[in-house]
């Protein structure tokens, strides 16, 4: 029998796959669940589709597009995903995360992560304090220092701010393969519970370094860039999805190549950003069903060459 959750994730599935038409898997898939991954510090699992919110979310509370992004956060929570990005430096993102989490009743359902990038305890301090406001939260599971900012001072900001109870986590982020060495720095000199970087089909260093020293760590790590924002898609658009697709339970390009990024045990989760619910639907069928072996993770490398 179908717990009420499985059954609010289903017809959630199952309305988007109508609106997608052809584009979407066969409807037995849309019942399944999403991967889960512990984040190692606590042992708190969480799926592998994320949702980030740069460019995408920065729009006014009164402008028309925000009846999308309220359906796009409808697909995303009742499909079982959780972790959603911000930063205060995406614009109006997280004003508008916070109220459309706030209309759609959903803070218990989702992971709240957003950043700090200012420079100086102070500014830090009250930059933090207006993401509490701008998320209408009293605790946010996750923040960051965002590209590596003042980083040591906002670091001991954020622990304080976690012993305190009002933060749960605390991690670094960068968005450059040219700044993964000083990520690497930064994670042998600091304790931190999260890492966010790029990691895509297209941007592979992060298997040289930061993905196996996350896993021999134990930190949890949020990809940010999986479609090189929208470059790799680019360079597949109107052709035919090969036939191989069917072997990981992919249906789309997009699928295959968050399924490629999942495919790496030490990544917990990834988190593109989109403003069009057929898309989210789209996501979150990557992270159900079959991930590629090494061989076809060598054909999806291939597809995008």
């Known amino acids: 029998m179908q717990t009420r959750r499985q059954l609010l994730h289903r017809t959630a599935v199952l309305t988007a796959i109508a609106a997608l038409g052809p584009l979407m898997p066969t409807v037995t898939r849309a019942s399944q669940s999403l991967h889960m991954r512990p984040?190692?510090?606590?042992?708190?699992?969480?799926?592998?589709?994320?949702?980030?919110?740069?460019?995408?979310?920065?729009?006014?509370?009164?402008?028309?597009?925000?009846?999308?992004?309220?359906?796009?956060?409808?697909?995303?929570?009742?499909?079982?995903?959780?972790?959603?990005?911000?930063?205060?430096?995406?614009?109006?993102?997280?004003?508008?995360?916070?109220?459309?989490?706030?209309?759609?009743?959903?803070?218990?359902?989702?992971?709240?992560?957003?950043?700090?990038?200012?420079?100086?305890?102070?500014?830090?301090?009250a930059?933090?304090?207006?993401?509490?406001?701008?998320?209408?939260?009293?605790?946010?599971?996750?923040?960051?220092?965002?590209?590596?900012?003042?980083?040591?001072?906002?670091?001991?900001?954020?622990?304080?701010?976690?012993e305190a109870?009002?933060?749960?986590?605390?991690?670094?982020t960068h968005y450059l393969e040219s700044a993964h060495e000083r990520l690497l720095d930064v994670l042998e000199k600091e304790p931190v519970d999260f890492v966010q970087f790029n990691y895509s089909v297209g941007e592979r260093n992060a298997e040289k370094g930061l993905l196996p020293y996350c896993a021999d760590k134990g930190i949890a790590t949020l990809i940010n860039r999986p479609f090189t924002r929208g470059n790799l898609l680019s360079r597949?658009?109107?052709?035919?999805?090969?036939?191989?697709?069917?072997?990981i339970d992919a249906s789309s390009w997009a699928q295959l190549l968050l399924k490629f990024i999942l495919a790496a045990p030490a990544v917990t989760a990834v988190i593109p950003a989109t403003s069009?619910?057929?898309?989210?639907?789209?996501?979150?069928?990557?992270?159900?069903?079959?991930l590629p072996d090494e061989r076809q993770r060598r054909l999806i490398i291939d597809a995008f060459s």
């Open 127 to 162: 930059q933090i304090e207006a993401g509490f406001q701008a998320l209408q939260t009293d605790s946010i599971d996750l923040v960051q220092v965002h590209n590596l900012q003042d980083t040591h001072t906002q670091l001991g900001v954020l622990r304080e701010l976690k």
């Open 236 to 247: 597949v658009r109107g052709m035919p999805l090969p036939d191989w697709a069917a072997e």
């Open 165 to 172: 109870g009002r933060i749960r986590y605390i991690g670094i």
């Open 39 to 125: 984040i190692p510090v606590s042992g708190e699992k969480l799926p592998v589709i994320g949702l980030g919110t740069s460019r995408t979310h920065d729009v006014g509370l009164d402008d028309a597009e925000m009846s999308a992004l309220l359906d796009v956060l409808r697909v995303f929570a009742e499909g079982g995903a959780r972790v959603i990005d911000t930063a205060p430096s995406y614009g109006n993102a997280d004003r508008v995360v916070g109220e459309l989490v706030r209309q759609q009743n959903a803070r218990e359902r989702v992971f709240l992560a957003t950043k700090v990038s200012s420079t100086g305890r102070e500014r830090g301090l």
């Open 276 to 290: 069009n619910p057929r898309y989210m639907a789209d996501n979150l069928m990557a992270g159900q069903g079959r």
